[in-house]
């Protein structure tokens, strides 16, 4: 993770509205208008802004901004949306917490991350963790038991960050 700048700098340079989650230029800068929030959106969906010719994903600077440090490990964005950069929806995340609350495949038939379809068997199959430390928890005659069963090694395993579905 690249280094933040200073958080005086940052406090100086932009105002952060918690409300809407969008930062602003505090003075004019150059090909910037104050009449929109600063930054844009990138092509994956994070708000950016650039300062002195270095691109920053917003929700970074916003954490520095607020608690005066940069952040330890990842941000993760509670509701899964990346613009959505209100105080109370980012949380500091280690790399695999932030994976478990992630929407699943788009390949999944069941619908339901940590649940799928096994052929073979004709049963459905619940398991935690990825494809190196995956832990089948069982096959299942029944999608709705698969997705109990696993809900519930979910939060035990992941606590806050396990998503629901």
């Known amino acids: 993770?690249?280094?933040?700048?200073?958080?005086?700098?940052?406090?100086?340079?932009?105002?952060?509205?918690?409300?809407?989650?969008?930062?602003?230029?505090?003075?004019?800068?150059r090909g910037c208008t104050m009449r929109k929030p600063a930054g844009a959106v990138e092509t994956c969906g994070y708000r950016v802004v650039c300062l002195d010719g270095i691109y920053y994903k917003?929700?970074?600077?916003?954490?520095?901004?607020?608690?005066?440090?940069?952040?330890?490990?990842?941000?993760?964005?509670?509701?899964?949306?990346?613009?959505?950069?209100?105080?109370?929806?980012?949380?500091?995340?280690?790399?695999?917490?932030?994976?478990?609350?992630?929407?699943?495949?788009?390949?999944?038939?069941?619908g339901h991350t940590g649940v799928s379809w096994n052929a073979r068997d004709k049963r459905w199959t619940a398991y935690v963790g990825g494809s190196s430390n995956r832990v089948v928890l069982g096959n299942f005659k029944h999608l709705k038991e698969a997705v109990i069963v696993r809900q519930a090694a979910a939060k035990k395993h992941f606590g806050e960050f396990a998503r629901a579905r």
């Open 1 to 29: 993770m690249k280094k933040l700048p200073n958080a005086d700098l940052l406090r100086k340079t932009f105002r952060y509205d918690p409300s809407t989650g969008l930062l602003w230029w505090r003075e004019f800068r």
């Open 58 to 110: 917003q929700h970074r600077l916003i954490w520095k901004i607020v608690t005066g440090r940069d952040p330890k490990n990842e941000l993760d964005h509670k509701d899964l949306n990346k613009q959505n950069n209100r105080w109370k929806n980012l949380r500091e995340a280690t790399h695999n917490q932030n994976l478990m609350n992630a929407l699943g495949l788009k390949t999944n038939r069941s």
